[in-house]
């Protein structure tokens, strides 16, 4: 039986509601919602706008129609990049961020703008004394900070309670990517002062690939990357200037986003701290049992409850692709190996070329899934090692 | 399609519209979306129809909502009448005041 352990990338299996949901909304309701307005497109209409008020009572969004669908968070990164910066303006970010943003920051600069990357430790840590330097360099504020709020490589949670209170203070857009933490930890846009708001929908919230979301605060009117019809005045050769209409041209994936409400819905059931605890506790086995295990390095804060949802570790004298190729073939283990789309936070901790094999449980992993991979990397160090289900060396 | 005397709202977006119904609708008004007739807006656009009776109570949760329609017409015998707005921007009900 295969065992799923590369949740970070997207969240598999889903909550049986969440298939459910997407069957059902393309079975009963499988018309484009906002287009027209007899009574199957209203009903997917609403359902929607119920995924939009969903997404908005999660993260203590005050107005739901400040949060735009997009079909990922890189879409939805690129959404605000692109759409909100211009020449001249100077952005902060980090040396742990995801391509999502990194590559869009490097395209930027070919067109004006400037990019201050801030250093995190070899553990990942960003230190906010650093990010309010960077931000404020040249005694002129920068136009924007850009973090992610918790490694996809190394699970490192940022502080951005702090760094976003300082960034409104003085200014400064501050722009979450939330890749990893929607789902996982708190995110409370007002009291962390999160202008911009990037997320998958299929990660930790449960949602079908293909849903995203962006949060803008309520002033910011974004650039559109994406023009075409929006389902209203229609005789207007101008995008809309109402959010989410104007950045969200073409027909939304409703089967999607039911799945994603379903999701939703089941993460605040469980509730997110008690979402936590679960992978903690797996990633406090994990952590255990890879350190009784001969030449093995964790990357990152290497206390659970500072990991986030992933742990990334390295094998002495392996290659992190044969390692998991390894996993795959012989025990049925699925992880992530390599760079993750992270190249300059393996530039941090050191891992650059080979990466890591980055281990993700998700909300309906076990302990015993934690014990089979580590009995699998056992098998594969040979036969004088062995752990018990305790953790201990034999 | 729309009786005498039922009030239409037209919204900035289709989304508003969809916020206004909803909204509404858990005020208790008996309020439904419509396609927008086409002597009110042109294109696509999507309306909110209230009854009559309703008028007075939907002016006044569209208000404290601060979901303030770009338009509001009352059907009539000879076509729609505009509801016109405040000085501030609010709709007051033409009848009740």
Same mark, same amino acid.
């Given at each position: 039986?295969?065992?799923?352990?590369?949740?970070?990338?997207?969240?598999?299996?889903?909550?049986? /509601?969440?298939?459910?949901?997407?069957?059902?909304?393309?079975?009963?309701?499988?018309?484009?919602? $906002?287009?027209?307005?007899?009574?199957?497109?209203? /009903?997917?209409?609403?359902?929607?706008?119920?995924?939009?008020?969903?997404?908005?009572?999660?993260?203590?969004?005050?107005?739901?129609?400040?949060?735009?669908?997009?079909?990922?968070?890189?879409?939805?990164?690129?959404?605000?990049?692109?759409?909100?910066?211009?020449?001249?303006?100077?952005?902060?970010?980090?040396?742990?961020?995801?391509?999502?943003?990194?590559?869009?920051?490097?395209?930027?600069?070919?067109?004006?703008?400037?990019?201050?990357?801030?250093?995190?430790?070899?553990?990942?840590?960003?230190?906010?004394?650093?990010?309010?330097?960077?931000?404020?360099?040249?005694?002129?504020?920068?136009?924007?900070?850009?973090?992610?709020?918790?490694?996809?490589?190394? $699970?490192?949670?940022?502080?951005?309670?702090?760094?976003?209170?300082?960034?409104?203070?003085?200014?400064?857009?501050?722009?979450?990517?939330?890749?990893?933490?929607?789902?996982?930890?708190?995110?409370?846009?007002?009291?962390?002062?999160?202008?911009?708001?990037?997320?998958?929908?299929?990660?930790?919230?449960?949602?079908?690939?293909?849903?995203?979301?962006?949060?803008?605060?309520?002033?910011?009117?974004?650039?559109?990357?994406?023009?075409?019809?929006?389902? $209203?005045?229609?005789?207007?050769? /101008?995008?809309?200037?109402?959010?989410?209409?104007?950045?969200?041209?073409?027909?939304?994936?409703?089967?999607?986003?039911?799945?994603?409400?379903?999701?939703?819905?089941?993460?605040?059931?469980?509730?997110?701290?008690? @979402?936590? /605890?679960?992978?903690?506790?797996?990633?406090?086995?994990?952590?255990?049992?890879?350190?009784?295990?001969?030449?093995?390095?964790?990357?990152?804060?290497?206390?659970?409850?500072?990991?986030?949802? @992933?742990?990334?570790?390295?094998?002495?004298?392996?290659?992190?692709?044969?390692?998991?190729?390894?996993?795959?073939?012989?025990?049925?283990?699925?992880?992530?190996?390599?760079?993750?789309?992270?190249?300059?936070?393996?530039?941090?901790?050191?891992?650059?070329?080979?990466?890591?094999?980055?281990?993700?449980?998700?909300?309906?992993?076990?302990?015993?899934?934690?014990?089979?991979?580590?009995?699998?990397?056992?098998?594969?160090?040979?036969?004088?090692?062995?752990?018990?289900?305790?953790?201990?060396?034999? | 399609?729309?009786?005498?005397?039922?009030?239409?709202?037209?919204?900035?977006?289709?989304?508003?519209?969809?916020?206004?119904?909803?909204?509404?609708?858990?005020?208790?008004?008996?309020?439904?979306?419509?396609?927008?007739?086409?002597?009110?807006?042109?294109?696509?656009?999507?309306?909110?129809?209230?009854?009559?009776?309703?008028?007075?109570?939907?002016?006044?949760?569209?208000?404290?909502?601060?979901?303030?329609?770009?338009?509001?017409?009352?059907?009539?015998?000879?076509?729609?009448?505009?509801?016109?707005?405040?000085?501030?921007?609010?709709?007051?009900?033409?009848?009740?005041?």
């Amino acid at each position: 039986m295969i065992l799923y352990l590369d949740n970070a990338a997207t969240s598999f299996p889903k909550p049986e /509601e969440v298939y459910q949901a997407a069957d059902r909304t393309l079975r009963r309701y499988g018309v484009n919602p $906002g287009r027209g307005s007899y009574g199957l497109v209203l /009903e997917a209409g609403r359902l929607v706008y119920r995924t939009r008020e969903a997404v908005a009572e999660l993260f203590n969004i005050a107005d739901e129609l400040r949060v735009v669908f997009t079909s990922n968070a890189t879409e939805a990164i690129n959404l605000a990049l692109f759409g909100l910066l211009q020449p001249g303006d100077r952005v902060v970010t980090s040396s742990m961020e995801h391509n999502a943003v990194s590559r869009p920051l490097h395209a930027l600069r070919a067109r004006g703008i400037q990019v201050t990357e801030v250093p995190a430790d070899r553990f990942g840590r960003l230190q906010p004394d650093d990010v309010k330097a960077a931000a404020m360099a040249g005694g002129q504020a920068a136009r924007m900070v850009v973090l992610c709020h918790c490694s996809n490589v190394t $699970g490192t949670v940022q502080p951005i309670e702090e760094i976003g209170p300082w960034c409104r203070r003085h200014g400064i857009l501050f722009m979450v990517d939330a890749a990893q933490s929607a789902g996982l930890l708190p995110i409370d846009v007002q009291s962390m002062a999160i202008d911009v708001l990037a997320a998958p929908g299929h990660k930790c919230l449960l949602g079908p690939p293909g849903t995203g979301f962006l949060y803008l605060r309520e002033d910011l009117q974004p650039t559109p990357l994406i023009f075409g019809g929006t389902g $209203g005045d229609s005789m207007s050769e /101008e995008m809309p200037e109402a959010l989410p209409e104007r950045l969200e041209s073409g027909t939304l994936n409703a089967p999607a986003l039911a799945g994603l409400l379903a999701g939703i819905e089941y993460v605040q059931r469980i509730g997110i701290r008690q @979402v936590r /605890e679960h992978k903690t506790r797996l990633l406090e086995a994990l952590l255990y049992g890879l350190r009784q295990l001969p030449g093995i390095r964790i990357y990152g804060p290497g206390t659970a409850t500072e990991h986030g949802g @992933v742990v990334s570790f390295t094998m002495a004298g392996r290659d992190p692709a044969e390692t998991g190729f390894l996993l795959d073939e012989q025990y049925g283990i699925c992880v992530r190996t390599g760079l993750h789309c992270a190249p300059a936070a393996h530039g941090t901790i050191g891992t650059l070329p080979s990466g890591t094999i980055r281990v993700s449980p998700g909300l309906f992993n076990t302990r015993e899934d934690v014990d089979r991979l580590l009995s699998a990397l056992t098998d594969m160090l040979g036969p004088n090692f062995s752990i018990s289900q305790q953790g201990d060396v034999q | 399609m729309i009786p005498e005397n039922d009030i239409i709202a037209l919204f900035k977006a289709p989304a508003v519209a969809m916020k206004a119904e909803r909204l509404l609708r858990k005020a208790a008004l008996d309020c439904r979306l419509i396609p927008a007739p086409r002597e009110v807006a042109a294109g696509c656009s999507m309306a909110l129809r209230c009854p009559a009776a309703q008028l007075s109570t939907m002016i006044r949760e569209l208000n404290r909502l601060q979901l303030t329609p770009r338009a509001m017409y009352r059907k009539s015998a000879s076509g729609y009448q505009p509801v016109t707005p405040s000085a501030e921007g609010e709709y007051h009900d033409p009848v009740s005041g």
